[in-house]
């Protein structure tokens, strides 16, 4: 997540204009024509790989139908991101909660999110995607919330091992 974070702020940053007012270091984000003239070296400088560039690009291209998905229901919206190639229901969970405000939108497909939530309300430190999805059943309506405030609990299962050690792909 933090290479995500970092690879944004540098693109934004590299090819955004600065934000009006007195918002120092903010920018806005590019035009969809800006982000589709990146060049590739740009793309790997701020260690995106080319199939995350290659989904971007692809989703530029049609970004007057994505950014309609904001005015849609969730579901609604999820749907029609997937079908951007490279889109699955991670990447239109984390987008809906963001540009929809959907409170249930849990994100499926993460490597770490079903083990803290399972040892955070079953103890279960190695739950799958359905187990987690199993557990928020209570939260039915708020799931996304509540897997939100169960991150920001810090309630997290001890670590097995060292962290992974982080590639630069910019290194490369």
Do not use: F
């Not at 260690?47 to 969730?74: C, Q």
């Amino acid at each position: 997540m933090d290479e995500a974070y970092r690879a944004w702020r540098l693109l934004v940053r590299g090819h955004g204009e600065p934000a009006p007012g007195p918002t120092p270091r903010m920018y806005v984000m590019p035009d969809p024509r800006t982000w589709s003239l990146i060049p590739s070296w740009e793309w790997h400088r701020a260690g995106v790989d080319n199939k995350r560039a290659s989904t971007i690009l692809r989703a530029v291209k049609v970004a007057r139908r994505m950014e309609e998905a904001a005015t849609m229901e969730p579901l609604q919206a999820q749907a029609r991101l997937e079908l951007i190639p490279g889109i699955g229901p991670w990447t239109s969970a984390e987008t809906v909660q963001r540009s929809n405000g959907a409170p249930d939108a849990v994100t499926v497909g993460d490597l770490h999110l079903p083990g803290i939530v399972g040892h955070a309300l079953a103890d279960n430190r190695d739950a799958d995607d359905e187990t987690m999805l199993s557990l928020l059943t209570p939260y039915k309506g708020q799931r996304h919330r509540a897997t939100r405030l169960i991150l920001l609990s810090g309630h997290t299962p001890p670590r097995r091992a060292p962290r992974m050690r982080k590639t630069d792909i910019a290194l490369l």
